[in-house]
């Protein structure tokens, strides 16, 4: 009866081992304007080498495996480049999407409705944006040839050295954001850094974010790089290691690092254009020192260049019509009557100006200064 009894239990019967399988960890998707085709490009990694790393063994340079097919839509190519991969590919293991800026600045909104549409899309993937080749950015691989899987284009969270200015977006919180008619959303801008590092005589390239791809109501804005957007440093509450300046005669004299910025957005004004006060606070500790200055004057003068940072930022964004700071997110929620009849007199209008900001109230304490001695006052 046992011996029967085994016969009549399921197995499973279509479990695959680890071997016969293509892991599939970024999408790259690209668009040829002239023969209006996307290009895909899969990118999948030698497990081997990634054991390798986990045994302590010497690592050596194993190239990531990648593949290239074009179609009328995303599906379609990447439906071709099935019948040509053996072992059979797998998409559960996929981190990200890149996409060039070509599909960014054109195509968005229908990758963004084929994306919705395809219930194998995890929501949970990261995406990028890129002026590169992609084949470069895909080919990149971590420090010591470590495979992709350690560097920030598959795992931006876990390996990242610091916290960017343009954080890495998962796919559900930009589709929540993409289709609102108020705020502003960004996608970050990866290059390929040539010249930090290098191995005996040769360059080694590494990724980096540079910049960030925004948008408003379904509607690319425009690209702003790191040094336009300084201020959301400030708008970030994790805890997280960007630093600032404080500069005399052009040459910085100061510098702090930031831990765990916050700022509230207090609406003042809900009928016609909305106004705006920033409050928030900010812990930092003095990393660097210069040239010494008095502890109250250092504090005016972090103050100071706090409100130019967060000033600078919103008329960069403004430039482009961008909410970079999502201060409208609050009037359209909490005071919608008020908004929709802004919509009635202003059309399209956008409800932002460079008067929007009425005030920036900020308390930054320096909780540590190191081995420099101030008298704190």
């Not at 002239?34 to 190239?63: C, S, W």
């Amino acid at each position: 009866m046992v011996i029967i009894s085994m016969f009549l239990l399921t197995g499973c019967v279509n479990l695959k081992n680890i071997q016969e399988l293509t892991y599939v960890l970024c999408i790259g998707v690209d668009y040829d304007e002239e023969t209006d085709e996307y290009i895909v490009y899969l990118q999948a990694v030698n497990f081997l080498n990634v054991a390798k790393q986990e045994g302590g063994r010497e690592p050596k340079e194993v190239p990531p495996w990648i593949a290239v097919e074009r179609g009328q839509t995303i599906n379609l190519a990447i439906e071709k480049l099935y019948q040509v991969s053996q072992p059979a590919l797998f998409f559960g293991h996929q981190r990200t999407f890149l996409f060039s800026d070509t599909v960014i600045k054109k195509k968005m909104n229908e990758v963004m409705r084929d994306l919705g549409r395809n219930k194998s899309v995890r929501h949970t993937v990261y995406l990028y944006g890129t002026d590169q080749p992609i084949k470069d950015i895909l080919n990149v691989q971590a420090l010591f040839f470590y495979p992709p899987i350690y560097n920030i284009l598959l795992y931006p969270v876990e390996v990242a050295g610091d916290t960017p200015l343009i954080k890495p977006i998962r796919l559900r919180e930009f589709t929540s954001r993409y289709f609102e008619p108020v705020g502003g959303i960004g996608i970050p801008a990866l290059t390929i850094d040539k010249k930090s590092w290098e191995t005996g005589d040769k360059k080694y390239d590494t990724l980096k974010i540079k910049g960030g791809y925004f948008f408003r109501s379904k509607e690319f804005r425009g690209y702003l790089s790191r040094k336009d957007v300084t201020g959301l440093k400030w708008t970030n509450p994790s805890p997280n290691y960007n630093t600032m300046s404080i500069k005399e005669d052009g040459q910085a004299v100061i510098t702090f690092r930031i831990n765990a910025p916050s700022i509230k957005v207090k609406l003042n004004k809900k009928e016609g254009k909305p106004t705006f006060t920033l409050k928030g606070k900010a812990d930092v500790e003095i990393m660097e020192k210069v040239k010494d200055l008095p502890y109250k004057k250092m504090k005016q003068m972090l103050d100071k260049e706090l409100r130019n940072d967060i000033e600078r930022t919103f008329e960069k964004g403004m430039e482009k019509k961008i909410d970079i700071y999502e201060l409208g997110e609050k009037w359209f929620r909490y005071h919608l009557n008020d908004y929709q009849q802004y919509k009635k007199e202003y059309g399209n209008e956008f409800y932002l100006d460079r008067e929007s900001i009425t005030d920036i109230k900020m308390d930054v304490r320096i909780i540590h200064t190191n081995s420099y001695k101030y008298k704190y006052k």
